[in-house]
């Protein structure tokens, strides 16, 4: 097989680069290990920056999204019984879109079905070659055969796990990590959401967080140790604990059911540098991981695309390098800014097990300072409404 760009992974990053590649006329194919059900059935992110909305518009695939996607002007920050709201749309004139990313990646497959888009699944990138050299050559399987993909260049959107970043030579690359001592157990629920707006609560106890999908479906988080188990949570121990970390009259209102899905996940800041070596280029979480709490993950993905799909346009399409050059400290840039941002909330918000009497006070400085100052309040809002590109 060969094409003009082989895309690894077809995760959200993967299939929004390769509906923009074919809308300014370049050719791709897509690789995904998993099959289409298993890459639906992942629940995770659920809000949308204002750019990433504008940017699946531009795709062509936001008429769904526009219909059935909440658009929240607020979020609400509690600590015990306090309890904050903070206008995002008064302080920076937009506000988030709540959407999941299961949706936004069925969209995107519709999308690639209906303009005959090469997406192949259960097909795992088993090496990549030739990204110092004039073309990539991309190994993998695919119903029980070994087969390869030829192509001029390589978009690495294979996630954390995937092999594209470390195809790039460990002389070559410098990563930077911090792991959280917790995670959060997740539970799904077809249930009415807690608040109109989304809830970050901090407690002794942990961190929780109340989110929703729509009108009728409910996501919310706690913080957990990482030595916790998911056999050891039943439902009913779930929202107990839930309870006792939102404020009493949300507690007392608040609707529980049977879950749909619960899953624990890690937490976890990562920055891999460049995000560019020869012809292979990096985007979304195979370069760069958040702690949830913010919700940056996918709109960072969702920026990578935008700079690398415009990089590529000006490559096929105007016979220029330059953005294709720069795409790594230009999409790094964005990427270290939303890095900081979702550190500093998960600073603020979580129980961190080894920290002391000054740390708490400067957590719960950290809260007042927000209270009072609409400066703060504003600068908090314009990094969750999302930075510009
Ligand atoms: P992925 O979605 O990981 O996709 C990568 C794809 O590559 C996968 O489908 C994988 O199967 C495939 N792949 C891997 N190896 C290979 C291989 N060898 N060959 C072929 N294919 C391969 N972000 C937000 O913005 N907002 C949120 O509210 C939010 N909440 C989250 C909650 C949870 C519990 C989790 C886990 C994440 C959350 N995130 C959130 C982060 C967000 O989900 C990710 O940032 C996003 O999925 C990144 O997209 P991606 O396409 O880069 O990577
Ligand atoms: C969700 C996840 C987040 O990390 C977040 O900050 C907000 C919402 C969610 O899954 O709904």
Same mark, same amino acid.
């Given at each position: 097989?060969?094409?003009?760009?082989?895309?690894?992974?077809?995760?959200?990053?993967?299939?929004?680069?390769?509906?923009?590649?074919?809308?300014?006329?370049?050719?791709?194919?897509?690789?995904?290990?998993?099959?289409?059900?298993?890459?639906?059935?992942?629940?995770?992110?659920?809000?949308? =920056?204002?750019?990433?909305?504008?940017?699946?518009?531009?795709?062509?695939?936001?008429?769904?999204?526009?219909?059935?996607?909440?658009?929240?002007?607020?979020?609400?920050?509690?600590?015990?019984?306090?309890?904050?709201?903070?206008?995002?749309?008064?302080?920076?004139?937009?506000?988030?879109?709540?959407?999941?990313?299961?949706?936004?990646?069925?969209?995107?497959?519709?999308?690639?079905?209906?303009?005959?888009?090469?997406?192949?699944?259960?097909?795992?990138?088993?090496?990549?070659?030739?990204?110092?050299?004039?073309?990539?050559?991309?190994?993998?399987?695919?119903?029980?055969?070994?087969?390869?993909?030829?192509?001029?260049?390589?978009?690495?959107?294979?996630?954390?796990?995937?092999? #594209?970043?470390?195809?790039?030579?460990?002389?070559?690359?410098?990563?930077?990590?911090?792991?959280?001592?917790?995670?959060?157990?997740?539970?799904?629920?077809?249930?009415?959401?807690?608040?109109?707006?989304?809830?970050?609560?901090?407690?002794?106890?942990?961190?929780?967080?109340?989110?929703?999908?729509?009108?009728?479906?409910?996501?919310?988080?706690?913080?957990?140790?990482?030595?916790?188990?998911? =056999?050891?949570?039943?439902?009913?121990?779930?929202?107990?604990?839930?309870?006792?970390?939102?404020?009493?009259?949300?507690?007392?209102?608040?609707?529980?059911?049977?879950?749909?899905?619960?899953?624990?996940?890690?937490?976890?800041?990562?920055?891999?540098?460049?995000?560019?070596?020869?012809?292979?280029?990096?985007?979304?979480?195979?370069?760069?991981?958040?702690?949830?709490?913010?919700?940056?993950?996918?709109?960072?993905?969702? #920026?990578?695309?935008?700079?690398?799909?415009?990089?590529?346009?000006?490559?096929?399409?105007?016979?220029?390098?330059?953005?294709?050059?720069?795409?790594?400290?230009?999409?790094?840039?964005?990427?270290?800014?939303?890095?900081?941002?979702?550190?500093?909330?998960?600073?603020?918000?979580?129980?961190?097990? =080894?920290?002391?009497?000054? =740390?708490?006070?400067?957590?719960?400085?950290?809260?007042?300072?927000?209270?009072? #100052?609409?400066?703060?309040?504003?600068?908090?809002?314009?990094?969750?409404?999302?930075?510009?590109?």
């Amino acid at each position: 097989m060969k094409t003009q760009v082989a895309i690894i992974g077809g995760g959200p990053a993967g299939l929004l680069l390769s509906q923009l590649l074919d809308l300014h006329g370049i050719e791709s194919v897509v690789l995904e290990r998993r099959s289409r059900d298993y890459v639906l059935s992942r629940i995770r992110a659920g809000v949308l =920056e204002q750019g990433t909305v504008d940017l699946l518009r531009a795709a062509e695939v936001g008429a769904r999204m526009d219909r059935q996607g909440e658009i929240h002007d607020g979020v609400e920050i509690s600590w015990h019984d306090e309890r904050l709201n903070i206008d995002i749309k008064d302080l920076t004139g937009r506000g988030v879109m709540v959407y999941g990313q299961t949706e936004v990646t069925q969209d995107l497959y519709t999308a690639r079905d209906a303009r005959g888009g090469t997406v192949l699944h259960e097909a795992e990138v088993t090496g990549i070659e030739g990204i110092e050299g004039d073309g990539v050559t991309v190994h993998f399987t695919h119903e029980g055969e070994a087969k390869t993909l030829t192509a001029d260049f390589v978009a690495g959107c294979d996630g954390f796990h995937g092999p #594209s970043r470390k195809a790039i030579p460990e002389s070559h690359r410098q990563e930077f990590e911090r792991a959280y001592p917790f995670g959060w157990l997740g539970l799904l629920s077809e249930t009415p959401p807690a608040a109109p707006e989304l809830i970050y609560a901090a407690h002794d106890r942990g961190f929780a967080l109340c989110s929703m999908r729509s009108p009728t479906l409910s996501r919310y988080y706690v913080q957990v140790s990482l030595s916790e188990k998911l =056999e050891d949570w039943p439902a009913e121990r779930f929202w107990d604990e839930l309870r006792t970390r939102i404020p009493a009259d949300v507690a007392e209102t608040l609707v529980t059911g049977e879950p749909l899905e619960m899953s624990i996940a890690p937490l976890r800041s990562f920055v891999s540098e460049p995000m560019r070596h020869g012809r292979l280029f990096l985007a979304g979480d195979s370069a760069h991981i958040v702690p949830p709490t913010g919700a940056k993950g996918l709109n960072l993905a969702a #920026s990578d695309v935008y700079y690398l799909h415009r990089a590529f346009d000006r490559f096929y399409n105007h016979g220029t390098s330059e953005g294709l050059d720069a795409y790594s400290e230009t999409a790094l840039s964005r990427v270290w800014k939303c890095e900081r941002f979702s550190w500093w909330m998960t600073s603020m918000l979580h129980d961190f097990p =080894e920290t002391g009497a000054f =740390e708490r006070r400067m957590q719960r400085a950290e809260f007042e300072y927000l209270q009072m #100052s609409e400066t703060a309040r504003k600068s908090f809002a314009e990094n969750y409404v999302g930075l510009p590109y």
